[in-house]
């Protein structure tokens, strides 16, 4: 009505259409404007909701990276372990074998310098033996040449 008395209406039933269309419109606009926003609310939370589940995948994948992380420094760790324990025992396989060896070394230097002096021993009590053989007959030819001269000069002296 205070439409109608600000301007001049011609047709009634065209101001009511166009009031109607206009309040229509009004109402439109809001439900739209009311829908748009709900609608953004819903994009907002949906955003939010991506987010955090990107940042629980992010968390999951950074908990898996670091389970990794951790099983490949204990599978570093063990082979490092077995590789030492390896090595020890090749060290210690080796120089059991070079005491076995130098035992075995010594034990030959022994025998030889055992058999070696039995040797020494027995030559030195042959070449003894024979010295004194040699001596005694050196003795004996040395008395019977004194004999020897001895009769010599006797059958010269009687003769």
Known sequence: ADLAEAFEVKNRTSLHRYITLLTQSLVHRETNDREHSEFREAVIRIDTRIEEGFKRMDERFEAMQRSMDERFEAMHRSMDERFEAMHRSMDERFEAMQRSMDERFEAMQRSMDERFGTVQRSMDERFTSVDRRFTMMFSFMS????????????????G
């Not at 004999?147 to 059958?155: D, G, R, S, W």
């Open 143 to 158: 008395i019977g040449f004194v004999a020897l001269a001895t009769l010599i000069t006797v059958f010269q002296l009687i």
